[in-house]
T-cell receptor
C-alpha cells in the first residue's frame, strides 16, 4: 500500500512569492491533515478535512494561507505571499477516519523563504 | 499551543542500553500516541495507548500511561543505531476537537 505522497520535497522561494504544496493521501482515507513543523518542534495542526469539508481550520492563518481538497482526495496548501517566518516543514497526514485514529504522515515539504 | 511536554529534550546512550522518554500533558485525554521521526522524514506511528490502559508493548517498545499523574513513558529496550530519531508524544483530548496535539519531542541518539 502506498503511503502519503507529498510534493515537492523541497522548495526555496523569495519572500512575497506564492508557493503551493500538494498531498495525495492513502487510498480510502477520509480524513486529511496539514501540519506545520518548525525546527526542533512538534507538528502543529493547520487544517483538517473530512472528505472535502474543512472541519477544523482554526489554526490556519487565513490572510495568507489557503487550502482545498477537491473531490475529497488530493489536497493543496497555498501560501500567498510567503513571509520569512513561513520557513518550516509542511506535513500532510491522513487517517481512515478522524478523531482518535492513527495518522499516517507523508515525508513533508521543507520550505525555505529567503 | 502544545499540550504535551517530553523529557528529556535530548538523550544520548550507547547501543544496547535502554532508552526512556517521558511525556506529561495537561488535560484529560482519549488516548496518547507515540511517533518517531527520522531526520528529514515524516512521522511514523509507533504505539497508541487508550486512557483506560496502563501499559502496552510492541516489540522492543513499552509504553506506560498514568492518567492520575497525566504522564506517559516510552521505553526502548536493547537500543540500536537505527533507533536514532526524534520521538514525539501526541494526545487526543476528550473534549473539544478530536485532534492530535504534539509535544516538542525527545531527540534520541544511539552511539555505536
Amino acid at each position: 500500500e502506498a503511503g502519503v505522497v507529498q510534493s515537492p520535497r523541497y522548495k526555496i522561494i523569495e519572500k512575497k512569492q506564492p508557493v503551493a504544496f500538494w498531498c495525495n493521501p492513502i487510498s480510502g482515507h477520509n480524513t486529511l491533515y496539514w501540519y506545520l513543523q518548525n525546527l526542533g518542534q512538534g507538528p502543529e495542526l493547520l487544517i483538517r478535512y473530512e472528505n472535502e469539508e474543512a472541519v477544523d481550520d482554526s489554526q490556519l492563518p487565513k490572510d495568507r494561507f489557503s487550502a482545498e481538497r477537491l473531490k475529497g482526495v488530493d489536497s493543496t496548501l497555498k501560501i500567498q505571499p510567503a513571509e520569512l517566518g513561513d520557513s518550516a516543514v509542511y506535513l500532510c497526514a491522513s487517517s481512515l477516519r478522524g478523531g482518535p485514529d492513527t495518522q499516517y504522515f507523508g515525508p513533508g515539504t521543507r520550505l525555505t523563504v529567503l | 499551543s502544545q499540550q504535551g511536554e517530553e523529557d528529556p529534550q535530548a538523550l544520548s546512550i550507547q547501543e544496547g542500553e535502554n532508552a526512556t522518554m517521558n511525556c506529561s500533558y495537561k488535560t484529560s485525554i482519549n488516548n496518547l500516541q507515540w511517533y518517531r521521526q527520522n531526520s528529514g522524514r515524516g512521522l511514523v506511528h509507533l504505539i497508541l495507548i487508550r486512557s483506560n490502559e496502563r501499559e502496552k508493548h510492541s516489540g522492543r517498545l513499552r509504553v506506560t500511561l498514568d492518567t492520575s499523574k497525566k504522564s506517559s513513558s516510552l521505553l526502548i529496550t536493547a537500543s540500536r543505531a537505527a533507533d536514532t530519531a526524534s520521538y514525539f508524544c501526541a494526545t487526543v483530548l476528550i473534549q473539544g476537537a478530536q485532534k492530535l496535539v504534539f509535544g516538542q519531542g525527545t531527540r534520541l541518539t544511539i552511539n555505536p
